[in-house]
Every structure is written in structure tokens, then in C-alpha cells.
């Protein structure tokens, strides 16, 4: 049994969070141009705003919102629901990353990462799930990262919150396969954005924002499951997470200089 993908974004409803920025922004653009019906959402309204711009009025909509805010995910999804009745896909693309190790560890920024990288996505599932299960159709894409594969430096707090997307996205698609609903992971490789504009090392196999949106929007007109990217990398580390541990953490301390 083969999951279903959207092969023609036109028309599709999509509520992509996370999309005033990077890899997010990247996605809005595409689909605003495939002709696709956008709900934007993430915190930075004026961003929002200028993407909305992008396409005809009845395309977009402008749902400001921070994911740790259940409220706020709520009355949004609401606003969906009065206008367009319902979505087709939710792209969860929203993320943050804070550089930690053992010598910095703070538990704040642990919770805080885990609050809006784990329980965000999960907030967002938990209230598009119904209506996609009453449909027995539907679309769930959330982006996890490479860095959920296997403990990587400098990754504490993110790298668990990854992982964790990665099973959450694994016990989904077992559940929903047979119930008509799709389930899209996303794992990308270093991608070029604000985010990793912080990164004082140089960043092997770097793409642009613009070909991990085209990745993604690609996996999941296909119906992939696991969309990894780019594979030059990420087909990498899919080997180093199946060795042994003395050898995994050998490469890494040899390879990985940060
Ligand atoms: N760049 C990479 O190399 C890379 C690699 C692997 C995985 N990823 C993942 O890809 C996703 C996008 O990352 P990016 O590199 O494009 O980063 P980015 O440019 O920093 O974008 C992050 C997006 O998440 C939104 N966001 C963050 N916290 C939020 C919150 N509390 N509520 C609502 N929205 C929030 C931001 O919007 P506001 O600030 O407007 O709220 C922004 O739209 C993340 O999940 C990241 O972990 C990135």
C-alpha cells in the first residue's frame, strides 16, 4: 500500500507554519506561484503580510502565531475552517535552533526548544486529525532535520526534539497508511538561512532555501514517506547511524571539527 501525494498544488488548501522565513519562506513562494491556497502563519505578521502579497487576494490568508500557544494555533485553525472549510495539507516547517553543549546546557532553552520543535508540531496535528480522519484523506508534512538521525555536537536540546519528530512522524504514518491520510518527514541537510547563518564552521553540502523548498514540494507531490535532502549528505548519515557505536562516534570526533 502506497501512500497518496497532491501531484498539482492548484487549488490545493494548504496551512504552512512557519512560513515568514528560510526553508518556510521558500515553500510559501512556490505554492503562492503553483497556484496552491496559502494560510500563513508564524509570528512575524509584516513578513506574512509581503508574502500574501504575492498572490491574488482569495490565495492567501494571514494567521499570526506563536506554535507554543495552543490558543492561538486553535483560533487560527478556526479562521481556516470558516473560510475554506478545511485544509488539504499542513506543512509544519516552523523551528528553532539554539546551539547548546554539555559545558553551556541550560534547561530553559531545552524546554523552550522542545515546547516549540516537539509540542508544536504537536498541537497542530492534534487539531487538523479529526476533520483529516472524518475525510479519510489528507495531507501531515512536517519538517524534522538530519540532525535527528544520531546525537551530533552542539545539538542538546535540538537534536532530541528532532529525533523525537522523526518517531512522532513514524507512528503516525503506520496508524494513518491504512486510514487514507498522508505522512510526509522532512529531513534536510544544512540548508542556507537565518537560522544557520549563526554557524561559525563551514557547513558540508550547503543548499538554498529555494532547493529544499523544491525537495520538499517534490517529496510530496511523489507521496514520499521519508524526504531526505540533499541526498549526498543525508544518504551519509543514514549509513553512520546503522554503525556500530565505537565507529560512529570514531567518524564523528574525526569528521566533524566543531
Ligand atoms: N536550515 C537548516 O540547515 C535546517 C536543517 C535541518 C532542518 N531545519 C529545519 O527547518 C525548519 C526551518 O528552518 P530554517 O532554517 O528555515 O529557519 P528560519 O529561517 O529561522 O525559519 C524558522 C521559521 O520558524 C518560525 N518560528 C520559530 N519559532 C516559532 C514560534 N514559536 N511560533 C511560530 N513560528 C515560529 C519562524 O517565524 P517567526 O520568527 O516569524 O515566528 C520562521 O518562519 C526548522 O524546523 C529547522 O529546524 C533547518
Not at 14 to 40: F, P, T, Y
Not at 79 to 89: A, E, F, P, Q, Y
Not at 167 to 192: K, Q, R, W
Not at 202 to 211: F, H, K, N
Amino acid at each position: 500500500m502506497k501512500q497518496k501525494g497532491i501531484p498539482n498544488f492548484s487549488g490545493k488548501r494548504i496551512w504552512l507554519i512557519g512560513a515568514s522565513s528560510g526553508i518556510g519562506e521558500a515553500c510559501a513562494q512556490a505554492l503562492i506561484k503553483a497556484g496552491a491556497k496559502v494560510a500563513l502563519s508564524s509570528r512575524r505578521v509584516e513578513r506574512l503580510n509581503t508574502l500574501a502579497a504575492l498572490g491574488n487576494t482569495e490565495q492567501s490568508l494571514v494567521l499570526p502565531l506563536d506554535v507554543t500557544d495552543d490558543g492561538q494555533l486553535k483560533n487560527s485553525y478556526q479562521s481556516i475552517l470558516r473560510t475554506w472549510g478545511g485544509i488539504d495539507l499542513l506543512l509544519f516547517v516552523s523551528g528553532v535552533y539554539v546551539p547548546l553543549r554539555a559545558d553551556n546546557f541550560d534547561i530553559d532553552t531545552a524546554e523552550q526548544t522542545i515546547d516549540a520543535n516537539l509540542l508544536g508540531p504537536m498541537r497542530a496535528v492534534a487539531l487538523v486529525l479529526p476533520e483529516m480522519l472524518k475525510a479519510h484523506a489528507g495531507h501531515i508534512a512536517i519538517v524534522s532535520s538530519v540532525a535527528g538521525y544520531s546525537g551530533l555536537p552542539k545539538a542538546l536540546a535540538y537534536g532530541p526534539s528532532k529525533a523525537a519528530i522523526i518517531n512522532f512522524c513514524e507512528t503516525l504514518y503506520y496508524d494513518l497508511l491504512p486510514l487514507g491520510v498522508s505522512v510526509h518527514m522532512i529531513s534536510p541537510g544544512f540548508v542556507a538561512t537565518e537560522a544557520t547563518a549563526q554557524n561559525d564552521f563551514e557547513m558540508p553540502a550547503l543548499i538554498s532555501a529555494q532547493e529544499a523548498a523544491a525537495e520538499i514540494l517534490s517529496g510530496i507531490e511523489n507521496g514520499e514517506f521519508d524526504i531526505h535532502f540533499p541526498k549526498r549528505f543525508s544518504r551519509f548519515l543514514k549509513f553512520l547511524r546503522i554503525l556500530p557505536y565505537p565507529i560512529y562516534f570514531w567518524i564523528v570526533r574525526r569528521f566533524v571539527k566543531i
